[in-house]
C-alpha cells in the first residue's frame, strides 16, 4: 500500500488493546485494531489505530519530545512500565495515556494517543480513536514477548525513554512475522538471560560505527563497517559479530584479584551481556535422493574376514544407512549396530565376550529373583517397578504374533529384561515408553541375555529422554524446532499463529523413536538406519521434520487450529511410510549442509561443527535464534523448568481456554 509520502510495508489485523487489569477480558475492554509498520519521510514508523480508523493511514500522528529530555506534560505520580517485571496478564494500564502540546522540536519521537485522553479502566464511551499511537523504530529501545500459556500472545515495546508502548495482543497471531519485518530495519539481539526480551540497536551509520570503535571489534578502523557491511552483509557480520559474544562473555566472567583487565571499560549504555545476532538463512533447492536395497546376508559375508572380524566398516555402514539390512540379517547386524559386539573384535573375542556378559546377565537377574514376598513389601521401589512393568507388558506390541495370548513367553522375557535393567541402572529403573523400545528388539533377537544387552546399548542413546528432570527432551524439542525454522519458516509461523509453535505434538516421536507412528516391520528398519549414526548426529530430528515436511499443505491449507492439528498428527499414526521419510529426511540432511551460511548452533545439531561447552544452552524459543556462523557459544540463559509432560504417551488435544506464544 503506498500514498504520498509513505508505504505501508506490514499490515495484521486482529491486533488488540485490552483496557482491562481483568484475566478475562468482556467486550467492551477489547480494541480492536491493525498494525502497520510504514515507511513515510526517511523514516520507519510502527502505527497502529483501532479498525474504526485502520483504513486511513494518513492519519498518523507524529509527537516530539522536548530536546532537553524532559516530559513536561508527565505527572509525577504517573505509572511507568518497569522492563523488569513482567505482570501474569499484560494490559496497557502500564501506560497512561496523555495529551502533550509542548512545541515539536528537533528530538525523539514518542507515542501520544489520538485527540483524547483516556485511562486504563475508562468509561466505554470514551473514544477508540484516543489509543491509536504511532512511533518511529529508531525510538524503540526493546522488545518483549508474553510466556507462553498466556491466552493471546502479545508484544511490549519499550521506548528509549524508558516508557513503553501500550501491550500489543495478536488474536490472530504475527508476532514472528512483525519481528522479522522489525529485523529489516533494526538489529534485533535476543538474551539468553531473557529469551523473551530482544534489545534494539539501530541500522544507522554513525552509531554503528561509533559502538564498533568502542567495543574495538574490528582490528582495522571501523569508520567503514557500515559500508562494508551493506557490500557484504554475510561476511562481516559472521566475522566481526562473533566478537560480540567475546567480548560479553568476558566481561562476565569473574577475574582474581589484582589481575587487570585487557578490555576496555563498557559504555554507559552498554546493552544486556550475551546475545545473539538474529539472521536469516536462505538454503539452495533440494537434492534428490534415491535410496538402495537392503543388505543381504551374502553382502554381509563379503565384508567378514578370516578370523571373523569385519572389514571396510564404514562402507558396510553407509549401506545399511542407505538401504536397511534384510531381516534375515538383523539377529546378528543388530549386536554390532548397539555396540554389544565390536567392529574390530574377531569371532573368539566376541564368544569370549558374550559369555562374560551372559555371566554378568543372571547376577543380575538372580539380585530381584531372590527377593522374597516380604522384603519386596518393604521395599516400595522394586514394587513400583514391578507393578508398572507388568502393567506396561500386558498391553505392549500384543497384535504381534511373537507377543500375542495370556501365556507367551515372550512377555515374561520382556517382564525378566525390564526388571533386570532396573538392577543395571539404579538411578534410572523403569518408565513408561521403555518396554515399546525392547520390543522390537527382543523380536529380532529372541535369546533374553543378547537383548538385554541390546537394550542396553539402545538406552545409552536415548536415557536421557526418561530423566525426570526431562531437560534432554526440552533440548531436542528446542533443536527441533531450530531445525523446522531454518528449513521451513513459513510452516513454523502457522504453526505458532495456531498455538502450536512449541512442538508439543512432536514429543512421543522423540520420547521412542518414532516406535508407535510406523508399521512394526517399519520401526525395525528406521531403526536400524538411525543406529548407524550417519549421516550425522541428530538424524531422528530431521525424520521429525520430513514428516512435518510432508504434511506442510495438508496442515496450512486445510485451515487446522491447535486441536486439529494435533488431531491430525495423531491419526498419522501407521500411515507413514519409512522409505519416504527416510529419503526426504537424508534430502534435508544434504540441503541443510550444502548452505555455505548454515548457522553455528544448526552446525552444532548436525555434527558439523564441534560440539559446544557442556553449560551451553539448547536453543531458545526466540524468532529465528540462528548464531552466527562459526559464532562461539552464549553464556546460558535462565534455568526455569518448564512443566514435564505427563507420563501417558497419548498426545491429547488442549483445552480451548489455552493458549501459547505466536
Known amino acids: 500500500m503506498e500514498g504520498a509520502g509513505y508505504r505501508v510495508v506490514?499490515?495484521?489485523?486482529?491486533?488488540?488493546?485490552h483496557t482491562s487489569a481483568k484475566k478475562y477480558q468482556d467486550r467492551d475492554s477489547l480494541i480492536a485494531g491493525v498494525i502497520r509498520v510504514v515507511e513515510k519521510d526517511n523514516d520507519v514508523l510502527l502505527h497502529w489505530a483501532p479498525v474504526e480508523e485502520a483504513g486511513d493511514s494518513t492519519q498518523i500522528l507524529f509527537s516530539k519530545k522536548d530536546s532537553s529530555g524532559g516530559d513536561s506534560c508527565a505527572s509525577e505520580e504517573e505509572p511507568t512500565f518497569d522492563p523488569g517485571y513482567e505482570p501474569d496478564w499484560a494490559v496497557i494500564s502500564t501506560v497512561r495515556p496523555q495529551l502533550c502540546h509542548s512545541e515539536p522540536t528537533r528530538g525523539r519521537l514518542r507515542w501520544r494517543p489520538l485527540r483524547s485522553t483516556c485511562g486504563p479502566g475508562a468509561e466505554p464511551s470514551c473514544p477508540q480513536g484516543s489509543w491509536a499511537f504511532s512511533v518511529s523504530l529508531g525510538e524503540l529501545k526493546s522488545i518483549r514477548r508474553s510466556k507462553p500459556g498466556l491466552s493471546w500472545a502479545y508484544l511490549v515495546l519499550v521506548t528509549q525513554a524508558g516508557g513503553s508502548l501500550p501491550a500489543l495482543h495478536f488474536h490472530r497471531g504475527g508476532t514472528r512475522a512483525l519481528l522479522?519485518?522489525?529485523?529489516?530495519?533494526?538489529?534485533?539481539?535476543?538474551?539468553?538471560q531473557d529469551s523473551r526480551l530482544y534489545l534494539v540497536f539501530p541500522h544507522d551509520?554513525?552509531?554503528l560505527s561509533n559502538s564498533f570503535h568502542h567495543l574495538q571489534l574490528f582490528d582495522q578502523d571501523s569508520s567503514n563497517v557500515v559500508s562494508r557491511f551493506l557490500q557484504d552483509p554475510y561476511s562481516t557480520t559472521?566475522?566481526?559479530f562473533?566478537?560480540?559474544?567475546?567480548?560479553?562473555?568476558?566481561?562476565?566472567?569473574?577475574?582474581?584479584?589484582?589481575?587487570?583487565s585487557d578490555l576496555p571499560p563498557p559504555p554507559d549504555d552498554e546493552p544486556e551481556p550475551g546475545f545473539e545476532v538474529i539472521s536469516c538463512v536462505e538454503l539452495g533447492p533440494r537434492p534428490t535422493v534415491e535410496r538402495g536395497p537392503p543388505v543381504t546376508e551374502e553382502e554381509w559375508a563379503r565384508h567378514v574376514g578370516p578370523e571373523g572380524r569385519l572389514q571396510q566398516v564404514p562402507e558396510l555402514k553407509n549401506r545399511i544407512f542407505s538401504g536397511g539390512l534384510s531381516p534375515s540379517l538383523r539377529r546378528e547386524a543388530w549386536k554390532f549396530l548397539l555396540g554389544y559386539l565390536s567392529w574390530e573384535g574377531t569371532a573368539e573375542e566376541?564368544?569370549?565376550h558374550i559369555r562374560k556378559k551372559t555371566d554378568e546377565y543372571f547376577r543380575m537377574k538372580l539380585q530381584w529373583k531372590s527377593v522374597s514376598p516380604e522384603q519386596e513389601r518393604r521395599n516400595s521401589l522394586l514394587h513400583g517397578y514391578r507393578s508398572l512393568i507388568e502393567r506396561d507388558v500386558s498391553r505392549t506390541d500384543r497384535t504381534n504374533k511373537f507377543y500375542e495370548g495370556p501365556e507367551n513367553p515372550g512377555l515374561g522375557l520382556l517382564n525378566d529384561i525390564l526388571l533386570t535393567y532396573c538392577m543395571y541402572h539404579f538411578d534410572l529403573g523403569y518408565v513408561q515408553g521403555m518396554s515399546d523400545l525392547l520390543s522390537p528388539i527382543l523380536y529380532v533377537i529372541q535369546n533374553e541375555v543378547d537383548a538385554f544387552w541390546c537394550f542396553c546399548g539402545f538406552m545409552e542413546l536415548v536415557q536421557g529422554n526418561f530423566e525426570e528432570s526431562q531437560e534432554t527432551m526440552k533440548r531436542q524439542l528446542g533443536r527441533l524446532l531450530l531445525l523446522l525454522r531454518v528449513l521451513d519458516p513459513l510452516l513454523c509461523d502457522f504453526l505458532d499463529s495456531q498455538d502450536s509453535g512449541s512442538l508439543c505434538f512432536c514429543f512421543r516421536w522423540l520420547l521412542i523413536w518414532f516406535k508407535r507412528e510406523f508399521p512394526f516391520p517399519d520401526v525395525l528398519r528406521l531403526w536400524e538406519v538411525l543406529w548407524t549414526g550417519l549421516p550425522g548426529p541428530n538424524l531422528h530430528l530431521l525424520v521429525a521434520c520430513a514428516i512435518l515436511d510432508m504434511e506442510r499443505d495438508t496442515l496450512m491449507l486445510s485451515g487446522f487450529g491447535s486441536n486439529e492439528i494435533l488431531k491430525h498428527i495423531n491419526e498419522l499414526t501407521m500411515k507413514l511410510s519409512v522409505e519416504d521419510v527416510l529419503t526426504r529426511a537424508e534430502a534435508l540432511h544434504r540441503?541443510?549442509?550444502?548452505?555455505?551460511e548454515l548457522p553455528h548452533n544448526v552446525q552444532e545439531i548436525l555434527g558439523l561443527a564441534p560440539p559446544a561447552e557442556p553449560h551451553s544452552p539448547s536453543p531458545t524459543a526466540s524468532p529465528l535464534p540462528l548464531s552466527p556462523t562459526r559464532a562461539p557459544p552464549t553464556p546460558p540463559p535462565s534455568t526455569d523448568t518448564a512443566p514435564q509432560p505427563d507420563s501417558s504417551l497419548e498426545i491429547l488435544p488442549e483445552e480451548e481456554d489455552e493458549g501459547a506464544d505466536s
Open 10 to 17: 506490514f499490515e495484521k489485523g486482529g491486533v488488540y488493546l
Open 180 to 192: 522479522r519485518v522489525l529485523s529489516r530495519y533494526l538489529l534485533l539481539a535476543s538474551s539468553p
Open 205 to 207: 551509520s554513525s552509531a
Open 238 to 240: 559472521f566475522s566481526s
Open 242 to 260: 562473533s566478537r560480540v559474544t567475546n567480548f560479553f562473555r568476558g566481561a562476565l566472567q569473574p577475574q582474581p584479584e589484582g589481575a587487570a
Open 350 to 352: 566376541h564368544k569370549a
Open 591 to 596: 540441503q541443510l549442509t550444502a548452505c555455505p
